[in-house]
Nanobody
């Protein structure tokens, strides 16, 4: 069974950068065809941040992060990344890694990102 573990969250000032990592282990690569990042702030709905397919040639971003965040994956290292630049207080949330074959069905436990103004 695929397991996903996020890391790299923390406290950063507005305008700063962070890089999140998602390490995956176990299971079949079938469940890693698509991987993505989601986030959820207190009192808000879960929000799609970015997604990438297995080969990395299809990438999607949520409107609120376009031009600031970059998703990538290294299948040889069993990792996916989210480079977050020009962070804003509105980016404060728990960030979750997710994967699946066609829809996101496997989830990590999340990592907290807090952006101070």
């Amino acid at each position: 069974q695929v397991q996903l573990v996020e890391s790299g969250g923390g406290l950063v000032q507005a305008g700063g950068s962070l890089r999140l990592s998602c390490a995956h282990s176990g299971g079949d690569t079938y469940w890693l065809e698509i991987m993505g990042w989601f986030r959820q702030a207190p009192g808000k709905e879960r929000e799609f941040v970015a997604g990438i397919n297995f080969s990395g040639d299809k990438i999607y971003y949520g409107d609120s992060v376009k031009g600031r965040f970059t998703i990538s994956r290294d299948n040889a290292k069993n990792k996916m990344y989210l480079q977050m630049n020009t962070l804003e207080p509105e980016d404060t949330a728990v960030y979750y890694c997710a994967s699946g074959a066609a829809t996101y069905v496997i989830w990590g436990r999340g990592t907290q990102v807090t952006v101070s103004s």
